[in-house]
């Protein structure tokens, strides 16, 4: 049996909780509410006859007459008809068996196996009440949007609406009045085609909050069901200005070849520059998953420089491209791989893209099982600083590691094998090579005084080959030109002991802790530095056998680290702390910097406090105090306060560490960003955020800053509920680079559910 009836709609005023929509015609109205009739009752209630057979009709009804010359059914008084998982209601219903003819009327109701319920007057059916012709309708459909009607009649799966309206919006408040949904589409000819799953407009018009705002001869979008194609169509257009480009309108157009692929194309047109075509494919397949987008235009290309320049020089084709995804090849591999580039220094910061100033290309394929990680990878990276050559970018082919995990078959403990190699080039800059292998045991046990005991040991054969050492800057991460090699070797003891007890009504937990660490002296400085330059001692790191961020630099000073953590729970409270220090027992030199805190024999101290209480509040601090002064020279808080809908988020950084500047990766530097939102009403918020660079040039002598400069600064008003998103913002950058130049950014935004964004 094939379709619905599509119905007709009330006519005529209504009373004020009630809305009306005009379309082409003002004598005409469709009302979106609920009739007073009951629904017909849900799959298995009290007093519902149950079809087991697609061709077998049953009935339950206060009267049945059977008229059996004529064979017609007369059913009367709260009649109630399924066929095949299709329900109906009404106070009358006259079914002729010959003809397949259901007449019903009277608080008419019925619905399919998809969820989607009718309600009219009268109405025609066939008896599997797919098909027919149904008076003063309305549609509700599974995901609660609503088509009403004068007049709707279904074919097969084709429903046409006459003087009709649409909206997915509520057109009830929590009391249960009626009340104008926030936006609706009225035509004079409305029909939903569920074989390409989309609903189609003739004489068309929107209303927003009552008011008509716009009027299409012809129209389409999504039914809601998102299946098929049906998603297929424009999307609603975006508007904003800003200084860098002028005012700007995108006309995104999407579409949908499946349920699994889709491409969405968005021209850009600007008042400043030339107009730029932008494209977003997605694709899910059986083995993973890719997402390619990317962005053209033509115009001019500046230097990433903040001195004034002539914005009509080198003209030529700018744009961006980003292909990223994943694929699991078999059991145990992934492929993974990411593109990204940029054809200069300013395009995205100037078209507000990102403002990511590293873009980084990779690929990747990994094995994993349970014991073993093999990983061969190569990347390569593109600068977007203004004061970075990309000439001295590293290209890193191959980049393998491979570790395997083996069980102690004496002692109990686990054997970790690695293998790494690695083969970074520039083209014009230093290049190196690498190769290591390395093993590490690691035992633990629990005493039976409750002390948590890791024993470790561990060795590394390192080779590296290197040339073109002048052409590194610093001194310090150059190494020896030509073949270099080197051996690592540490032990080492960590015990952990747990007291716990309660407190206050909750329970708290002391954790002292100690670890002893021995290594002899390494050869560190014949070694180029490639990714251990950005050192800082941190709660992270404290307990680390080598504190350095990467494999190029060994700390190989025997020393001893002691610290404590303490935690306490009770219900919505929860606060853990770490403090610790370490003592260095040799009086060998140490090739840390100065001013990254482990540099004397006592380092500095380092913490963190977090403080949890239920979800309205969350802090961390993260710290180092100075172990003579106890002056802080890193500071990092997070907080968040507040609940979903009105909250405030505060993130502060201080690195005063006073590092050589000739050390570009350890800069000094003091930021703050404040971020909130607030709940002006149900429906209505008001949105900031800021960042400000309070570095100073004591601080950094290469800052341009003042101590307080504004980096980058948003606010934005916004209603939103279940049916629409329409927003204000204003953005302001203070960052001038090239044609990305200083300035303000409007925007509106504007998402209607099944229509657009």
Not at 11 to 21: F, V
Not at 97 to 107: E, P, S
Not at 502 to 523: A, D, E, F, N, Y
């Amino acid at each position: 049996m094939k379709g619905v009836s599509v119905a007709r709609w009330r006519t005529g005023a209504l009373a004020s909780a009630a809305w009306i929509a005009c379309a082409a015609s003002p004598a005409l109205a469709q009302q979106l509410q609920d009739p007073a009739g009951p629904p017909p009752p849900p799959l298995g209630a009290a007093g519902l006859p149950s079809s087991d057979t697609a061709d077998k009709v049953d009935f339950a009804a206060d009267n049945l007459d059977y008229d059996d010359k004529a064979d017609i059914v007369t059913a009367t008084g709260d009649v109630r008809m399924l066929r095949a998982g299709s329900r109906l209601r009404a106070d009358k219903v006259v079914w002729n068996r010959n003809t397949g003819q259901v007449t019903a009327t009277g608080h008419i109701a019925t619905i399919n196996s998809a969820g989607d319920t009718l309600y009219g007057d009268s109405a025609v059916l066939t008896d599997d009440f797919k098909n027919g012709v149904v008076q003063n309708m309305l549609y509700v459909l599974a995901d609660g949007g609503r088509l009403a009607a004068e007049r709707g009649e279904r074919k097969d799966k084709i429903q046409i609406l006459e003087h009709a309206a649409y909206s997915p919006c509520r057109v009830t408040d929590d009391d249960g009045c009626p009340k104008r949904p926030s936006w609706q589409i009225t035509a004079l000819r409305i029909v939903r085609d569920g074989n390409r799953h989309r609903i189609f407009y003739k004489d068309a018009r929107f209303s927003l909050f009552g008011l008509p705002i716009l009027w299409l001869p012809a129209f389409s979008h999504p039914d809601g069901s998102q299946q098929g194609g049906g998603g297929s169509g424009l999307l609603l257009p975006n508007f904003q200005y800003s200084k860098t480009v002028g005012a700007e309108l995108e006309l995104p157009y999407y579409r949908r070849f499946g349920p699994n692929r889709d491409i969405t194309i968005t021209p850009h047109i600007y008042t400043a520059v030339a107009p730029a075509l932008e494209v977003d494919y997605r694709a899910l397949e059986g083995h993973g998953a890719y997402e390619a987008k990317g962005m053209i235009t033509y115009g001019s290309r500046l230097p990433a420089v903040t001195t004034t320049q002539s914005l009509n020089t080198d003209k030529g084709v700018r744009g961006y491209v980003d292909l990223h995804g994943t694929y699991q090849l078999g059991t145990y591999w992934t492929l993974t791989g990411q593109i990204r580039a940029e054809s200069d220094k300013t395009f995205m910061y100037r078209y507000a893209i990102n403002n990511d100033d590293r873009l980084r290309s990779t690929l990747e394929a990994d094995r994993i099982d349970d014991n073993s990680l093999l990983t061969i990878a190569g990347w390569f990276t593109q600068t977007v600083r203004a004061d970075e050559k990309q000439s001295q970018q590293p290209i890193a082919l191959p980049a393998i590691d491979y570790r395997r995990r083996i069980q102690d078959p004496w002692a109990g403990g686990v054997f970790q094998v690695e293998l790494n190699s690695l083969a970074l080039t520039r083209t014009e800059g230093q290049d190196t090579q690498r190769v290591f292998a390395g093993i590490e045991w690691d035992l633990r046990k629990i005493t039976p005084l409750g002390q948590e005991v890791t024993f470790t040991a561990l060795g590394r054969v390192d080779g590296y080959h290197t040339d073109q050492v002048d052409q590194t800057s610093t001194v310090v991460y150059r190494g020896l030109p030509g073949w270099q090699a080197r051996g690592v070797a540490a032990i080492a003891a960590d015990m952990r002991w747990p007291f716990i007890g309660t407190l206050w009504g909750g329970t708290q937990q002391i954790v002292p802790r100690i670890q002893l660490v021995g290594t002899p002296h390494t050869k560190n400085l014949s070694i180029p530095d490639e990714d251990s330059r950005a050192v800082d001692l941190e709660d992270t790191n404290l307990f680390s056998i080598n504190r350095f961020s990467g494999y190029d630099r060994w700390e190989d000073s025997s020393r001893v680290t002691y610290g404590f953590e303490y935690n306490y729970q009770r219900p919505k409270l929860d606060v853990q702390t770490v403090l610790g220090q370490s003592y260095r027992l040799d009086t060998e030199p140490s090739i840390l910097p100065e001013g990254t805190g482990l540099t004397g024999r006592f380092s500095d101290y380092v913490g963190r406090i977090s403080v949890k209480y239920g979800p309205w509040f969350e802090v961390t601090e993260r710290f180092r105090l100075d172990k003579t002064t106890f002056r802080l020279h890193r500071n990092e808080i997070d907080a968040a306060i507040g609940t979903k809908r009105t909250y405030l988020l505060v993130g502060y950084l201080l690195l005063d560490r006073n590092i050589d500047p000739s050390l570009e990766d350890l800069m000094d530097r003091q930021e703050l960003r404040l971020g909130g939102r607030v709940q002006l009403a149900r429906y209505w918020s008001v949105y900031g955020s800021t960042v400000i660079d309070l570095t100073t040039k004591s601080q950094d002598p290469t800052s341009t800053g003042d101590g307080f400069s504004p980096v980058r600064e948003r606010l934005g008003l916004q209603y939103e509920n279940e049916c629409i998103t329409l927003g204000i913002s204003w953005r302001r950058d203070y960052n001038p680079i090239g044609d990305a130049r200083r300035g303000n950014t409007f925007s509106f935004r504007l998402a209607l559910k099944n229509i657009g964004r």
